[in-house]
Structures are given as C-alpha cells and as structure tokens.
Nanobody
C-alpha cells in the first residue's frame, strides 16, 4: 500500500507560479511511475503530467506543455509539479497518483494509488 499526500496548492493570480509536492509513505517509490491529474468542478479528471520510475521519461498534456514541469526526488519519496504562467482555466483540484507499471500512462484508470488532492485556484 502506498499513501500519497499532496501539498502546495493555493490561490494565485493569473501569470503566477505554484509548486505542488506529493510525498509518498513507501520508501520504494522509485518502483513506481508517478502522475499528476486534475479535476475541475463538473468536469472529468484529466491527465496533466507523468514521470517514469527513474525519471528518464516524462509526458505532458498539450495544455501544460512549456508551462508545467514534473520532477521527482526518489531519495525524498517526493514528486513535484512546478506550474508557471498559470491561467484561470488551470483552477482545479490536483491529484498525484502512483502507477506500478513504471511507464508514463495518461489514463487515470491505470494508476494504483491516489492522494486526496490539493486545491489550486487561479484568479484573473
């Protein structure tokens, strides 16, 4: 069992930045690929970014390319999502998730463990 806890969300003006963190309880986090997803009110959960288990591969949704960066520090059991040039449409609850496959999958159903989420609100 892997427990994940996100932090770093909050209220920011358009054009600003936030860095989300996701800390895992399991010391073998390096065995999992990690993903970030988001869900806005009334919308389905959507893929944001993913990173492979050793960090060699990353994947991004088209709407965040060039603005968001996913990274990981396996020694700290932590995954990050650096979000720059935030837009009001980025407002959502952001979730991190762990995938035993080791790849950078985009389908939320492929992930095995989820955190409770952190709210990101971008004002115009």
């Amino acid at each position: 069992q892997v427990q994940l806890v996100e932090s770093g969300g909050g209220l920011v003006q358009a054009g600003g930045s936030l860095r989300l963190s996701c800390v895992a309880s399991k010391r073998t986090l390096s065995s999992y690929s990690m993903g970030w997803f988001r869900q806005a009110p009334g919308k389905e959960r959507e893929f944001v970014a993913a990173i492979s288990w050793i960090g060699g591969s990353t994947a991004y949704a088209d709407f965040v390319k060039g603005r968001f960066t996913i990274s990981r520090d396996n020694a700290r059991n932590t995954v990050y999502l650096q979000m720059n040039s935030l837009k009001p449409e980025d407002t959502a609850v952001y979730y991190c998730a762990a995938d035993r496959s080791g790849g950078t999958r985009r389908y939320h159903g492929s992930y095995d463990y989820w955190g409770p989420g952190t709210q990101v609100t971008v004002s115009s």
